[in-house]
C-alpha cells in the first residue's frame, strides 16, 4: 500500500446500537495488519470478544472494562485477542485493531 491520507469526511460510519457507533477510517480494505477507528458512546454498555488485538486510545470520557478496570481521558486500555470482555462508559476512543476489524470475527454477547 502506499502512504494514504484518511479524511474524516471520507471514514464509513456504523452504528452498533443506540449508544455506541464507530467512524472506520483505516479498514481492512486498506490493510492486512491495522485498522483504525474512532467509537463514540453515550451510557454504553457492552459484552465482546475479538480475533484481534484491540487498544482503545480514550480522547474523552471514561471506559470501565471488566467492571473494575477503569480507562479515563488520555488512557489506553489493551484488549488481547480471544479475549472475552465487557466494557461500557461513556467516551470518545480510537480503536486500533491488529489484524484489522472484520465484523464477522466479533462476537457480541450483549448490547
Given at each position: 500500500?502506499?502512504?494514504?491520507?484518511?479524511?474524516?469526511e471520507?471514514?464509513?460510519?456504523?452504528?452498533?446500537?443506540?449508544?455506541?457507533?464507530?467512524?472506520?477510517?483505516?479498514?481492512?480494505?486498506?490493510?492486512?495488519?491495522?485498522?483504525?477507528?474512532?467509537?463514540?458512546a453515550t451510557?454504553?454498555?457492552?459484552i465482546?470478544?475479538?480475533?484481534?488485538?484491540?487498544?482503545?486510545?480514550?480522547?474523552?470520557?471514561k471506559?470501565i472494562v471488566?467492571?473494575?478496570?477503569?480507562?479515563?481521558t488520555?488512557?489506553?486500555?489493551?484488549?488481547p485477542?480471544?479475549?472475552?470482555?465487557?466494557?461500557?462508559g461513556?467516551?470518545?476512543?480510537?480503536?486500533?485493531?491488529?489484524?484489522?476489524?472484520?465484523?464477522?470475527?466479533?462476537?457480541?454477547?450483549?448490547l
Amino acid at each position: 500500500m502506499n502512504i494514504k491520507l484518511f479524511k474524516k469526511e471520507d471514514a464509513v460510519a456504523r452504528k452498533i446500537s443506540e449508544s455506541y457507533s464507530v467512524f472506520n477510517f483505516l479498514t481492512a480494505d486498506n490493510s492486512d495488519k491495522v485498522s483504525i477507528a474512532v467509537g463514540n458512546a453515550t451510557n454504553h454498555d457492552e459484552i465482546t470478544k475479538t480475533n484481534s488485538d484491540r487498544a482503545y486510545f480514550i480522547l474523552e470520557g471514561k471506559i470501565i472494562v471488566n467492571n473494575n478496570l477503569v480507562g479515563k481521558t488520555g488512557d489506553v486500555i489493551f484488549i488481547p485477542s480471544n479475549t472475552e470482555y465487557s466494557f461500557k462508559g461513556t467516551f470518545k476512543a480510537i480503536i486500533v485493531n491488529s489484524p484489522p476489524f472484520k465484523k464477522l470475527n466479533e462476537k457480541i454477547s450483549k448490547l
